[in-house]
């Protein structure tokens, strides 16, 4: 396999916009805050998962969005469901999947795109091109060659991770995903989360970052940005545009208030602590795991400030005092 080595430059906007990032980063001291409100990751998601699929034309709002995560009826295109449920399920992989792997990334568009597309989590079998209209604009790279191109694009990630800074790499990688367009649908959606998750491993706080909300405002820009960079053969303008959207994301995140660590937050934290996701356990089983005597203390303390921030989610809704009641995390 031939080395290859995506073209782009360094200029003096993107080392700024780098160094302005990095300083904003430091500055979230409310981060250990951050980490103690469960809720706001949750919300986070929400907004990412929201915007990155609003951008590839779901229809569906926000508020439709959180019902569909909350396992709300909601009247809309069941694909557009889909997705949205789908989505969910990915952006909960962000601690699991290694981004510098291949497979993972395979793994993550079948997460990504169940149900909704045939060749789910395999890479096209045939031709796609970037249409306005009836006219094409752009064809992507012919099936034959998306393995080659894929694999020659991680090996340099590989290779690159200590040497090229992450928020430059990621998003070098975020542009080459979507020039290779390796899978018939959903190559813009897992883009954006890739980057993410390489951010991610940088810096946790990203968990935190909704950017895809940023792209969604400049959604119109996204694309022009992406076509010049077909044009002119590198991908130096999508970096300093990426790098944009992250510092402008972060300063979004510096406006949020001191969060105070009150005593509900640290007990709905325990709670979350000894129960897996989607996996179900009685109210004495909980008690057991949290060393508590009290069933009132466990609902007044522990299930009901849960369960009223989403967090928690009863297996038989609709009876709260059914014997049969269990409790898992959303």
């Known amino acids: ?138 064809m992507c790279p012919p099936p034959e060659m998306v393995n080659e191109l894929i694999n020659q694009l991680f090996t340099w990630m590989n290779g690159n991770k200590e040497k090229v800074h992450p928020l430059i790499l990621s998003s070098v990688f975020h542009y080459e995903f979507v020039f290779i367009h390796p899978f018939s649908d959903g190559n813009g959606r897992l883009s954006r989360l890739w980057q993410n998750i390489l951010l991610y491993n940088w810096k946790k706080i990203f968990e935190y970052l909704p950017i895809e909300s940023q792209i969604h405002k400049y959604q119109e820009v996204y694309y022009n940005v992406i076509s010049n960079c077909n044009n002119n053969g590198n991908s130096t303008q999508f970096i300093e545009f990426m790098l944009k959207m992250i510092d402008e994301t972060l300063d979004d995140a510096l406006n949020i208030p001191s969060i105070p660590i009150d005593e509900e ?26 060393n508590i005597k009290s069933k009132d203390t466990l609902r007044n303390k522990y299930l009901h400030p849960a369960i009223n921030q989403g967090l928690i989610k009863l297996t038989v809704p609709d009876k709260p005092n059914s014997r049969n009641q269990m409790y898992y995390k959303n």
């Open 265 to 290: 937050t640290i007990n709905i934290n325990k709670l979350l602590d000894i129960m897996e996701i989607n996996t179900p356990l009685t109210a004495n089983e909980i008690m057991v795991k949290l």
């Open 1 to 138: 396999m031939k080395k290859y080595t995506p073209p782009f430059e360094i200029t003096q906007e993107m080392l700024s916009r780098v160094s302005n990032i990095s300083e904003k980063i430091t500055k979230l001291d409310n981060f250990s805050n951050l980490n103690k409100k469960p809720y706001l990751r949750k919300q986070t998601k929400i907004n990412s998962i929201h915007s990155s699929l609003a951008i590839e034309n779901n229809n569906l709002t926000i508020s439709q969005v959180k019902d569909v995560i909350d396992g709300k009826l909601v009247i809309g295109s069941q694909k557009d469901i889909q997705e949205v449920k789908n989505a969910y399920n990915a952006y909960e992989m962000l601690d699991k999947i290694n981004p510098y792997s291949v497979k993972d990334l395979k793994k993550l568009h079948g997460i990504m795109t169940y149900l909704t597309v045939d060749d789910s989590g395999e890479f096209r079998k045939g031709n796609e091109g970037v249409f306005d209209g009836d006219e094409c604009i752009f």
